[in-house]
């Protein structure tokens, strides 16, 4: 078996943002782009084992092991994707009331303001991870989780619909670690509703 695909990093023509400044997201791409090279690595490795018969866990644990970190590198590559993404240079607040988010919110929560209140309570969590709002594809209702190591948490079948990162290499460079509450009104200002918009009712695949 050899590994057919190989991901390339994408790029997000963000500068310019409120409260989030060119040097944070540099440092952030490169990090991103770093998971990328990574889950190719991996990849690649996993697939040599595979052509050799090498998946024994009892007799190759380097097999079992490098499963375990690819799943840590791949959501680590998509979830940055997710997070770039519904980011835009003055975006502006909250979204509109005749949005479809804003109204799937309000039908989830009873408000967007209660919806709003528990995703910006999961990003004020202590630890470092991501304050994920996922939609179930099944009934449609939305719900906020959170999620950490990239790769525990996540809620199987659900589909991201917004993504903030909460690792503190998302704002050490703008705010110190006990002002992440000044990162997320700042990541709120930036959000791209039509992008979170699109991403409501379809499943996301790469």
């Not at 963000?14 to 991103?32: A, C, M, N, V």
């Not at 903030?164 to 709120?188: N, T």
Request: charge should be positive; proline fraction near 3%; charged fraction near 30%.
């Amino acid at each position: 078996m050899k590994s057919n695909t190989t991901y390339r990093p994408k790029s997000f023509p963000l500068s310019g943002l409120r409260g989030i400044s060119d040097k944070t997201l540099e440092t952030h791409f490169k990090l991103y782009e770093g998971y990328v090279k990574q889950t190719n690595e991996l990849n690649e490795k996993v697939s040599g084992l595979l052509r050799r018969g090498r998946v024994d866990q009892d007799k190759f644990p380097d097999y079992s092991e490098l499963k375990r970190r690819l799943g840590f590198e791949y959501n680590g590559m998509v979830l940055h994707e997710y997070y770039f993404e519904n980011l835009k240079r003055d975006a502006g607040g909250d979204p509109k009331k005749s949005s479809a988010f804003y109204r799937r919110a309000a039908a989830s929560f009873g408000d967007y303001e209660t919806w709003k209140a528990d995703f910006v309570g999961i990003g004020k969590m202590r630890g470092v991870g991501w304050a994920i709002c996922y939609e179930d594809p099944a009934s449609g209702r939305l719900s906020n989780h959170w999620v950490s190591l990239h790769e525990t948490g996540n809620i199987a079948g659900f589909s991201p619909i917004l993504v903030m990162d909460v690792w503190e290499h998302a704002f050490l460079f703008d705010y110190k670690p006990a002002e992440r509450g000044k990162y997320i009104e700042a990541f709120f200002a930036n959000i791209r509703w039509d992008a979170v918009d699109k991403r409501l009712g379809r499943a996301k695949g790469r």
